[in-house]
Every structure is written in C-alpha cells, then in structure tokens.
C-alpha cells in the first residue's frame, strides 16, 4: 500500500509555542489529506480536510486560526498548533486518499504524533 | 449522514480463542466499510474493507468480516487470536458515491490474555 510519513512522531513544547507537524505522501500523489485529533481512549475526531492548492476546510467547532494547515503540494500538508496550550495536548493523525473522490479510494494514515504541551 | 456503532469497548480473550468484534451502522444510502488497527502510539493500519460483491471479506494477519445489509453489520472475526493482536481495532463507513470522509466508531480494545 501507499506510505505516509508524518514527522515528528513525539513533541514536547512549552505552553505558549507553536508546534509544526508535517504529514507527507511518500509514493503517491495526494490531492486530498486528513488532519484528526484522537483523546485518550477514544475514537479520531475529524478537525479538518485539506486540499492540494486551496483552503482547508475545517469541521465544526475546531478553531483555524489555532490550526492551521497548509497543503502546498501534493504531496505534504502541515498542521501548525498556534500558542499552544495543555489542553492541545493530544495525539494527531494525518491521512492522505489517492485518487479523487469516491468513497472507494482508500485512506492510508501516518504513524501520528504525540504532542505534550507543558 | 452515516454513523458507526461498536457495541464493545474491550474484549479480553485468551490466545488462540476465536474473536468477533462488533460494528453497526446506520446509513440512508450505500455504504463502504472498513476496519482498521492501531498499534499504542501508532497511526492506523487497513485490515480490510467492502466495497462491493461477495459479502465476506478476507483481510490481512487473518482477520475476516462479513457484511450483513440486512442487520447493517459489519463484524470483525479471528478464528485464533495471538497476543500480538492486542490492539485498539475501529470499523469506519463511507457512503458509496459521496466523498472520502469515513467516520470512525469509538474503538474496541482488544486484550490478548497468555
């Protein structure tokens, strides 16, 4: 299958920082890219999808001017957490669809990143 | 809109017991489904998917699911777990036609007991 590389796979920030994390499709072309947050225990929570060229678009209630992402190739787009909070802390997952739409096109997943903020 | 349900938040078993993990879902149009792992601190991996035919699917590290529209189910099944199948394992849908979002049931933690 297709490979996502998202790096870093562990940060530690201090409160008040922001943190890049980037997500990149290694042999595939990528016109569309995932960002989720997961909590502890609990299922991904879709935060935005962005698209090669244009505007993420954002789900309800996460904030953009927070998260910022940016998808300026096909094949990387970047999550930036802005002034970063404890509350941020979380584990973050990239994934990346080949092809257009159509629900038959698989999404492969990055290996995530932990982000601690202290 | 389409929702996911997986009725178990954890399922301890001993190796080599079979194991079947649950999933509904409630969708008003055709659906994809898929299952997927994830390792502790790792992204998730495709065990296996439906997309259309034969209503059993054979996935990978010999996991299996059938789709059964009439019960909108999606179960996952292992007729012999390992201890190395101890995971978070989370069945998605997508409606066939639309665009590629899935949406992620809340996870089922499988424990392998020696």
């Known amino acids: 299958g297709a490979v996502v590389s998202q790096h870093p796979s562990r940060v530690i920030c201090k409160s008040g920082t922001s943190v890049k994390i980037e997500c990149r499709s290694l042999?595939?072309?990528?016109?569309?890219m995932f960002w989720y947050r997961q909590f502890p225990k609990q299922s991904l929570m879709l935060m935005a999808t962005?698209?090669?060229?244009?505007?993420?678009?954002?789900e309800q209630g996460v904030e953009k001017d927070k998260f910022l992402i940016n998808h300026a190739s096909l094949t990387l787009s970047t999550l930036t957490v802005t002034s970063a909070h404890p509350e941020d802390s979380s584990f973050y997952i990239c994934?990346?669809?080949?092809?257009?739409?159509?629900?038959?096109?698989?999404?492969?997943f990055g290996q995530g990143t932990r982000l601690t903020v202290v | 809109a389409q929702s996911v349900t997986q009725l178990d938040s954890q399922v301890p078993v001993f190796e080599e017991a079979p194991v079947e993990l649950r999933c509904n879902y409630s969708s008003s149009v055709s659906v994809y489904l898929f299952w997927y792992v994830q390792y502790p601190n790792q992204g998730l991996q495709l065990l296996l998917k439906?997309?259309?035919?034969?209503?059993l699917v054979k996935g990978i590290n010999g996991f299996e699911a059938e789709f059964n529209k009439s019960q909108t189910s999606f179960h996952l099944r292992k007729p012999s777990v390992h201890i190395s199948d101890t995971a978070e394992y989370f069945c998605a849908v997508s409606e066939s036609g639309g665009s590629y979002i899935p949406t992620f049931g809340r996870g089922t933690s499988l424990i392998v007991h020696p």
């Open positions: 042999d595939f072309q990528a016109t569309t």
């Open positions: 962005s698209n090669e060229g244009s505007k993420a678009t954002y």
């Open positions: 994934s990346a669809r080949v092809g257009g739409q159509g629900g038959n096109t698989e999404a492969f």
């Open positions: 439906y997309l259309s035919g034969s209503t």
